[in-house]
């Protein structure tokens, strides 16, 4: 290994040193000391594909809009669709985003950040949670005032995605066993995927 300790010293190495080291050491240096993560090659689908559908989502529920795209910065893409309730008292909803990052890295990042296993309720037994594929997943559930249902949000790591589920608790439309066939059925859908794709 050639030490420089100072210019003086710099100015004595044979010039094809000085080059060779300006060339090769100093950028294979700085790139394996500071380098990110390399963005994730192109899939081939998109959010909009990993989507469900009612037919993921036990009977009642309707889509409230036509499925479509997030912007939101920092993002590769991101889709999201709402479900209704028709005839619900309380705006009854359930609600799916799905966003892509850079990397599996930046993707673990922000999961980390923003849905932290302290806050994560257990998962029922009927769940069968053994059978999630996600690499990260969180399960948060709160009571609102009476008469309003209580909330469940699922969050959930695939690579380099990030799924968000939310939908109102409701004895005759979304039971805790309702929830866990709607989240199974992503998990399924993003496992069909990721599955049959290389980035």
Known sequence: MILVRNKEEMSKLPKNVVIWMALFVIPNYLAACCSLPAQVGERDFST???LISTTDMPDGWELRKEPGDITERNMLEASGATFIVPDGEFGDIASISIARYQNPKEAEQ???SYFFPSTSDPLPSQWQSSTIKASQFNLSCSNRPEPSPPTCWWAARYEEYIVEFMTVMLPSYMTMD???EVIHAI???MMKYLGNSQP
């Open 48 to 50: 909009m594909d990993l």
């Open 178 to 180: 309702d929830l866990g």
């Open 110 to 112: 922000i999961f980390k």
């Open 187 to 189: 998990d399924s859908k």
